[in-house]
């Protein structure tokens, strides 16, 4: 089957829940705590996550123009690859597939099992029973999605509508009791002094705090893409994949900013920044006797969500690149009954199984930290890309709505914003020379391979 072959079976609900599925994973439960550390006061962390959101909406705004103009199976590879050539396109589906997507798959993985074990025996596994179990999730949901698109986006309903109520739940809790000795709200403003003493922050001026502490919330609120890779397969994509970008990146906007609220109401500056284990404290302050069990049900589900999603969504990247004749021919072709592309979907998974046997939880955490922030290089590219492709003669000019040309050029700037404030903090710094090490690799790779694309496959 060609590139235009995939079935189209999802519909807006269902592309909706991939974008909102795909967004809210585990960090929502714990980022709030680091994001607090670096901020230094309750009010420059909201200030984090509510501009943290509004870059968020920037971004879906101008995914969503893209949305409308690239409508096939791993669009975003497309953009990148008609805006600035094959090998950019080819950098950023390598470094997805072999770092983001599978370390992430197998991180999710560990998180997920890890909550599963404190629900049924009460405490975490580890060693080889917690890798073997993993691993288990890992295959189980790799199969999931071979089976058919309609199975995988199943399970991504399920698990988008019950880690909303979870999030949705505490926040009614916060509002509707009042803790015990509530803490003074802290105005932006007067945050200054407090952030600048903040962990890692120290010496920094007011807006690096600002942006150092955005940088967790922006890998939180990231994975609106996710409808761009899968965009081949929703039907009506030139409508219904902008109306699931903006939808989704909406709800998990009001989400997130009214959880935070929740956690400092609940838990107060101290208590959220200094917290392990955020949520579980946050719920167990009002509720101690169920409280951690339900936070280890929607950490658990909220796992198995976003780990669904890299396997149902990031294949198709690595399919739509091999169709287009720059990857192995073999993950091009789509199973007949199943219509799934099997081989790019295994690729995903085994390299996950990989990493999870191979470099463990500490080295897979090193390697996502470098190639994540890299990948804030190919947003930054994918926010420019309108106003590039409308200045290509050899492409018919299309027409991008959404606030072109003015909310491209604020998502972009928010990027480089997040990237000078990654760059800042000093651990962030060391783990990005990872990612510039990975992109090395992978450019040489396409220069040695697939500088010349390869014929497709019938």
Same mark, same amino acid.
């Given at each position: 089957?060609?590139?235009? /072959? ?42 984090? +996550? ?5 870059? @968020? ?15 096939? &199976?791993? &669009? ?32 999710? $993985? ?8 404190? #629900?049924?025996?009460?405490? *975490? ?50 509002? #509707? ?34 942006? @150092? ?13 996710? &409808? ?8 009506? *994509? ?5 109306? =699931? ?5 909406? #709800? ?8 935070? +609220? ?40 909220? =796992? ?5 999603? /890299? ?19 073999? %993950? ?5 009954? +199943? ?6 979907? #295994? ?10 046997? $191979? ?19 190919? %947003? ?57 090490? +990975?992109?090395? =690799? ?7 391979? %697939? ?8």
């Amino acid at each position: 089957m060609s590139a235009d /072959q995939l079935r189209r079976v999802l519909g807006p609900v269902g592309a909706t829940c991939v974008v909102i599925g795909a967004i809210i994973g585990v960090g929502i439960f714990f980022t709030p705590s680091s994001v607090a550390k670096l901020a230094g006061s309750s009010g420059m962390a909201l200030a984090a +996550w509510a501009v943290g959101g509004f870059i @968020a909406m920037m971004g879906a705004l101008t995914f969503a123009s893209l949305g409308r103009v690239y409508s096939g &199976a791993g &669009a975003q590879y497309e953009i990148l690859r008609d805006a600035y050539g094959p090998l950019p396109a080819f950098l950023f589906v390598f470094c997805n597939a072999t770092a983001i997507q599978a370390g992430a798959t197998a991180i999710i $993985a560990i998180v997920c099992m890890e909550n599963i074990g404190v #629900l049924v025996r009460g405490a *975490a596994p580890a060693g080889s029973t917690l890798a073997a179990g993993s691993a288990a999730l890992i295959v189980g949901l790799a199969l999931v999605n071979v089976f058919g698109v309609r199975f995988g986006s199943g399970v991504q309903n399920f698990t988008v509508f019950a880690k909303v109520i979870v999030l949705i739940t505490i926040v009614v809790l916060a509002a #509707l009791i009042t803790p015990a000795a509530p803490p003074p709200a802290a105005s932006v403003a007067s945050s200054a002094a407090a952030a600048a003493q903040s962990a890692g922050a120290a010496d920094l001026p007011l807006l690096a705090v600002l942006f @150092a502490a955005i940088v967790p919330t922006f890998f939180s609120y990231g994975g609106w893409q996710h &409808a761009l890779w899968i965009a081949g397969e929703v039907r009506d *994509a030139r409508r219904n994949v902008p109306l =699931a970008i903006m939808l989704g990146v909406s #709800l998990v906007v009001l989400v997130y900013v009214s959880s935070n +609220w929740a956690y400092l109401r609940l838990l107060g500056f101290e208590g959220v920044s200094s917290s392990p284990t955020l949520a579980a404290d946050a719920i167990s302050a009002v509720w101690p006797r169920y409280g951690r069990t339900v936070i280890a049900a929607g950490v658990a589900i909220s =796992a198995l969500g976003v780990l669904n999603a /890299q396997l149902l969504s990031g294949p198709r990247l690595v399919y739509r690149m091999a169709a287009d004749g720059r990857f192995f021919a073999a %993950f091009a072709r789509v199973h007949g009954s +199943w219509g799934t592309p099997i081989a790019a979907i #295994l690729l995903i998974g085994g390299l996950a199984l990989v990493l999870l046997f $191979a470099a463990g939880r500490d080295g897979v955490d090193k390697l996502l930290a470098g190639v994540v922030f890299i990948d804030g290089v190919f %947003f930054a590219l994918t926010g420019l890309a309108p106003l590039v492709l409308r200045r290509r003669p050899t492409l018919a000019a299309p027409e991008f709505g959404y606030g072109y040309p003015v909310v491209p050029l604020i998502f972009v700037l928010g990027e480089v914003g997040i990237m000078f404030g990654a760059y800042a903090a000093p651990a962030t710094r060391q783990a990005a020379l990872i990612g510039v090490g +990975w992109i090395v =690799a992978a450019a040489a790779v396409f220069l040695i391979r %697939f500088r010349r694309p390869a014929s497709r496959p019938a």
